[in-house]
């Protein structure tokens, strides 16, 4: 990771801060914002001086090909604040490139990581008390890049904006989440953009998952695109089976995003001698499994997230309830993660981050 103090950074400081007015304990996740925001534009070949302003709207043309196309692709990162005051990242690098492999399959110019990590730190030293110490609070960072060429013709900009907002954040989900698992919608498709994390991807979910609110489930279990017959992930989270002791989780293809919190979980599971077995899952396995009382556990991994359990799941018009546990792996993962990420427990694998 290339932090270059060497970087010009282009820094307008608001006025005045909006922190005073926040209600840090009711956070509505993602609608509050930071008093600054990054922003770096790409034009005639190259991007250019990245710039850290005040938070506000931005001006672009009605014909900027991001609302005609779609080339859009963003990531989600958190920042956490430990008791001596020092701000970390979570494997920021993977963040990084993630979003770099998106842009390239959305025809969009890869950001330099130099900028990427001088700039992010930048940002996060001047809005450092958005970043609240304790167990559960962090800093939600939002990189996302955007086509704003004007013009309507079907190809990709030659203009971009590769922007950095930040939201103070509690958890994502609160009380309990029930999925269902999908029979006739998909989330994406072989040679598709699954793996991306393009904008498109969630705004085709909306639809569907609204249709399954409406229901009583918070959100669906995707099946595969061919025959609907195999789970692959959640609208914002990785998926996670137990049966009996054993946890379950389906590969990383064209179609299911390579989950940061999904690969750490599974290291972590590796070296706590959990078996992980990570395969298809047919949704068949997964309802005899609840049927013959040995499916002890579904959980979700993801940013927001982070490790979220399933206390229920619908399919074909039956409701199926998963057992209370106390000794619930989804719990066993959390605690370990958060410890990790909030620099009160051994980082053994070098994820975290220091702000400097």
């Not at 196309?69 to 963003?74: D, E, L, N, S």
């Not at 989600?76 to 979003?99: E, L, S, Y």
């Not at 078996?275 to 040995?294: T, Y």
Request: include cysteine.
């Amino acid at each position: 990771m290339k932090n270059d103090p060497t970087i010009d950074i282009d820094i307008k400081r608001a006025p005045t801060s909006k922190i005073d007015s926040i209600d840090f304990e009711n956070l509505k996740f993602g609608y509050i914002f930071t008093d600054h925001m990054m922003t770096c534009d790409y034009e005639n070949g190259s991007w250019q001086t990245p710039k850290i302003m005040p938070y506000g709207p931005i001006s672009m043309e009605p014909s900027a090909k991001v609302f005609h196309y779609g080339q859009a692709v963003f990531e989600g990162m958190k920042a956490f604040k430990d008791d001596q005051d020092q701000i970390w990242m979570f494997r920021p690098k993977d963040n990084f490139n993630r979003i770099n492999i998106s842009a390239k399959r959305m025809a969009i110019p890869e950001f330099p990581e130099d900028y990427f990590f001088t700039a992010l730190d930048a940002l996060l030293k001047m809005d450092k008390d958005w970043i609240k110490k304790g167990f559960g609070n962090s800093l939600y960072i939002r990189p996302f890049v955007i086509a704003t060429e004007p013009g309507v013709s079907a190809s990709p900009g030659t203009n971009y904006k590769f922007m950095i907002i930040c939201s103070p954040a509690k958890s994502y989900y609160n009380g309990e989440v029930r999925v269902k698992f999908s029979e006739n919608y998909s989330r994406a498709a072989d040679g598709g953009v699954g793996f991306a994390k393009a904008a498109g991807n969630y705004g085709a979910q909306f639809y569907p998952t609204n249709l399954a609110k409406e229901e009583g489930y918070q959100q669906i279990i995707w099946t595969d695109a061919n025959t609907h017959s195999f789970l692959e992930e959640a609208g914002t989270m990785n998926i996670f089976f137990r049966i009996n002791d054993t946890l379950i989780t389906t590969p990383t293809n064209d179609r299911i995003l390579d989950g940061i919190t999904r690969k750490s979980l599974i290291a972590l599971a590796e070296e706590n001698n959990i078996n992980v077995e990570i395969r298809k899952v047919p949704v068949q396995e997964i309802l005899d499994a609840a049927k013959e009382g040995i499916l002890k556990e579904i959980f979700g991994t993801g940013t927001a997230a982070t490790v979220n359990p399933i206390s229920g799941f619908g399919y074909k018009g039956d409701k199926h309830e998963l057992p209370k546990l106390t000794d619930s792996y989804a719990t066993f993962f959390k605690d370990k993660l958060m410890k990790i990420q909030y620099n009160l427990a051994e980082d053994k694998h070098g994820w975290r981050y220091l702000v400097k």
